[in-house]
């Protein structure tokens, strides 16, 4: 299971790549994580559009707007949105080959490993409400989310899960993007990337046949 957040600065000089340098920050520390702000110009961006076979790219001077998502060691899925000379909103899936200009700064909430005490996490805790009054969070299961309250793809997330008979632990935050899905510890995403695993047939192992 995650452990206790820590914020971790990442300033990115002229030239740098956006995409893989978020992408070595996670495999350096062999941690999981999200972005927390971003602040920065670019002078290329290459991003996934919906429904495009590929990936579009845009030039010139370009300021970053949001840059959200997750980060893992297998690889990062984020969502990025920018503007252009002409104040024209441009934005989709980070690509490779997105290019800093003069300079970005990104902070990155990192989610250590917690440390194992197999007698308290045989079980979710009594005490806690979200896990207690969840009937789909069984001992030790292999999913874990993190959600907010009066989120709607928080409550979209949870209702997948639980429709699906997929055990799992739930967490509340106020911090960061969410809803925050894990699976045996690894972050695949939020809301939509469960729906794609779930569209692709890759939850069914998860799934609770008893």
Request: charged share 15%.
């Amino acid at each position: 299971m995650p452990g206790p957040m820590r914020a971790l600065p990442l300033h990115l000089e002229a030239g740098s790549d956006l995409y893989r340098s978020l992408a070595s920050l996670a495999a350096s520390h062999q941690a999981a994580g999200f972005v927390l702000s971003v602040v920065g110009n670019l002078s290329q961006a290459a991003f996934q559009c919906p429904g495009q076979s590929g990936p579009t790219l845009v030039r010139g001077e370009l300021e970053i707007i949001t840059l959200q998502g997750t980060l893992a060691p297998e690889g990062v899925h984020l969502h990025l949105s920018l503007s252009d000379g002409n104040c024209q909103v441009w934005g989709g899936h980070l690509e490779p080959g997105t290019l800093v200009l003069k300079g970005a700064d990104v902070l990155v909430g990192l989610l250590e490993a917690a440390p194992a005490h197999p007698a308290a996490t045989s079980a979710p805790h009594a005490a806690d409400p979200q896990v207690a009054a969840d009937p789909h969070a069984l001992a030790d299961p292999r999913v874990e989310i993190v959600v907010a309250e009066g989120c709607p793809y928080s409550a979209r997330a949870l209702r997948m899960l639980r429709t699906l008979a997929i055990p799992h632990t739930v967490r509340q935050t106020d911090r960061g993007p969410v809803p925050q899905v894990f699976i045996d510890g690894i972050a695949v995403g939020g809301y939509d990337a469960l729906a794609e695993l779930h569209g692709r047939g890759k939850l069914e192992s998860l799934r609770s046949h008893s």
